[in-house]
Each structure stands twice: as C-alpha cells, then as structure tokens.
C-alpha cells in the first residue's frame, strides 16, 4: 500500500460513523474487488499506516493480492483507489 492509499483510507475511514468498525476489509464479489467497513477477524492479515488499522484481509485474499499495490489514482469524480501489480 501507498502512503497516498493509507492517507486515502483514513480519510475515507474517519467520515465514517462511529459506531460502524473503522477498518476496511478488501473482499471479491462477483470477479471484483470491492471495500466494504469490517472489524478483523482471527487470522486476518491486518495492515497498518501510523499505527492505525487500515485495512483487513483473510488469507485467501491475501494470497491472491501478493505482488499487488493499492494506490490511487485521479478521475474526474476525485480520487479513487486501484490496485495494480508490481
């Protein structure tokens, strides 16, 4: 992860509401890659920015996501994340 995706995911995690987990869990649905605000869970890989929980992943996630970046990129809408391969 980027430091520009761990500022991104903070971000996106302090408008959150405050009894919502502040953490985002990375997950496929439907062949995609999609975020969704989950709590970790025993045996996840938890990844850290500043010493805050950003993002959560189980292992089969994580396997699939080895030799993968998450950034971000610009669009005419803002900024949103990507995921590439290094």
Known sequence: MTDAAARFLAKVLATGEPDTPQTLRIAVV????????????????????????????????AAALAGVVLDTHKTPAGARLSLSKV
């Open 30 to 61: 439907d062949g995609n890659y999609m975020f969704s605000q989950d709590d970790a869970r025993d045996g996840d890989l938890v990844i850290e920015h500043d010493g805050k929980h950003l993002l959560v992943l189980d292992p089969q996630i």
